[in-house]
């Protein structure tokens, strides 16, 4: 699919198998997330630009790759968006770190906005928008709506499953937004779940229902 990676490592694909089971406890399902967030990082960062500087090693001068531009920041789409961006700045601990708060009302499947909070000068920054599943895609397409509005102009956007159905509407409303995914499930139910999915992200992740 235009724009789509599909990230098919086999560690990301095991880890994903293990997060998927239903018997999988609420601490491992964290963990699991946490170490996959880390190998979904190294994937969608893998052609940021380098530049070199001179520096001096114990055994004398050289000129060294380094990441090019300013810090990158990462946004979250609160709630289920926090588990994949612990990984994350596990691997970038010098990220920017932006918050979308965004709930999903279960009748409607509408996204509700309740918190926006980023670095100031995002017009000059890559940003990398994490949340776990894009189903609906109603959640992703607002948060980017959101950041554009702040002015942010390069963005990616990182999941660990998607439907198809929301990669459609993501990109026919971002279409200038590719999208990281470990997976592109079946579809979705009447509710708006991935299928096969893994159930409820936040409520896997937080012991919650
Ligand atoms: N959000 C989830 O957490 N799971 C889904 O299957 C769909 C949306």
Request: net charge negative; proline share 6%.
């Amino acid at each position: 699919m235009d724009g789509v990676t599909v990230i098919d490592h086999p560690l990301v694909q095991h880890k994903l198998t293990l997060m998927r089971k239903q018997e999988t406890s609420t601490a491992s399902f964290r963990r699991l997330l946490r170490e996959i967030s880390t190998l979904l990082c190294y994937e969608v960062t893998r052609d940021l630009d380098i530049t070199t500087i001179d520096i001096e090693t114990p055994m004398g001068p050289m000129s060294a790759p380094i990441l090019e531009g300013k810090k990158l920041v990462f946004a979250s789409i609160l709630r289920a968006g926090n588990g994949l961006l612990e990984g994350m700045l596990d691997l970038v601990p010098a990220a920017r770190v932006a918050h979308v708060g965004l709930y999903r009302d279960h009748e409607t499947l509408q996204p509700v906005e309740y918190y926006f909070k980023a670095p100031e000068d995002l017009e000059n920054r890559l940003i990398i928008v994490v949340d776990p599943m894009l189903a609906t895609a109603n959640s992703a397409v607002a948060a980017m709506d959101m950041l554009k509005n702040r002015g942010a102009r390069n963005i990616r956007f990182l999941c660990l499953l998607a439907a198809p159905e929301g990669i459609r509407r993501f990109r026919e409303a971002h279409p200038d937004i590719p999208v990281f995914t470990a997976s592109i499930d079946q579809g979705l139910n009447e509710k708006g779940y991935i299928i096969p999915g893994l159930g409820d992200a936040g409520d896997r992740m937080y012991g919650t229902k």
